[in-house]
């Protein structure tokens, strides 16, 4: 049975993983910290992974180091997807409607709360839309969520999360986001339903920490970087001349691929603790 986010105290970043090894990079930093960790697959990445392999990996590996670690669906678009991360025992999904009328939205929703709770799985649902960094401001602007429109949503839906768009994007920052802090004040005035922030990429500590003293803030997405301290692993890899034929060594290769996510995430995790 599933315990975590609004039963569970406490805060969790949530880093999207495509693999196994994502996965072990993710966890060996959770476990070193004795943290507890969400590991969240996108759509792209769900259709392509071993289902049963990762939801054994990870069952094993929390049962190994004693730690909570949580698999959820991120930005589900169709309830067959959703059906089959509930299937495959995954803790959580996201369902993602923000792009519909606000009617359409809480009707999809439901329909995923549906079927979401006969499984003990917990549903998350965006309000507003969340942009990417490449949009134009106001584009951005226009997508941050109105307090009537929560007030609505969490009226008509039994979710268990809320992905309310406060003005952060999906992707890596070219300026700084204006993050509307009255916002995610007043939703906590008006619900106990806990807030998810999506694009935590290339948010500073600072940022980081100002979020999280929110008591209402649950969830803080991290996809981005963990892509990035990835492709940083393989830069380490060639400027260190690891990819030269002679003495090519795999093992090495991957270790700095590993340690490079790691770090990021422990970086993170951290924040958590202060
Ligand atoms: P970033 O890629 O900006 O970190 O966003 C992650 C996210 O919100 C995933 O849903």
């Known amino acids: 049975m599933n315990d975590y986010m609004g039963k569970v105290p406490g805060q969790f970043f949530a880093f999207n993983i495509w693999n196994i090894e994502s996965a072990r990079a993710v966890m060996d ?52 997807i959703i059906a089959e991360a509930i299937a495959n025992g995954w803790d959580s999904v996201m369902v993602d409607a923000s792009d519909r009328p606000l009617e359409e939205n809480i009707g999809l929703t439901n329909e995923v709360c549906a079927m979401a709770e006969k499984s003990g799985v917990l549903v998350e649902a965006e309000i507003g839309a969340v942009g990417k960094t490449r949009d134009e401001i106001d584009i951005r602007e226009a997508g941050i969520a109105t307090i009537e429109d929560i007030k609505r949503f969490v009226k008509s839906t039994r979710i268990d999360l809320l992905a309310a768009a406060i003005g952060t994007s999906h992707g890596s920052y070219h300026e700084s986001p204006q993050i509307h802090y009255d916002l995610i004040e007043e939703t906590g005035r008006i619900t106990d339903v806990p807030l998810v922030v999506h694009g935590g990429t290339g948010l500073g500590d600072e940022t980081l920490l100002r979020l999280l003293s929110y008591p209402n803030i649950k969830k803080i997405n991290i996809s981005t970087d963990v892509k990035l301290a990835y492709r940083n692993g393989i830069l380490e890899c060639i400027q260190g001349g690891y990819m030269e034929e002679e003495d090519f060594n795999p093992l090495k290769v991957t270790k700095l691929i590993h340690d490079s996510i790691e770090n990021m995430v422990a970086k993170k995790l951290r924040l958590l603790r202060i």
């Open 29 to 80: 930093a959770a476990a070193a910290l004795r943290c507890n960790v969400i590991l969240q697959t996108s759509v792209k990445s769900f259709a392509l992974l071993d289902r049963e392999e990762l939801r054994w990996f990870v069952t094993r590996y929390m049962k190994k180091h004693d730690i909570q670690v949580y698999l959820h669906l991120d930005h589900a678009q169709k309830t067959e």
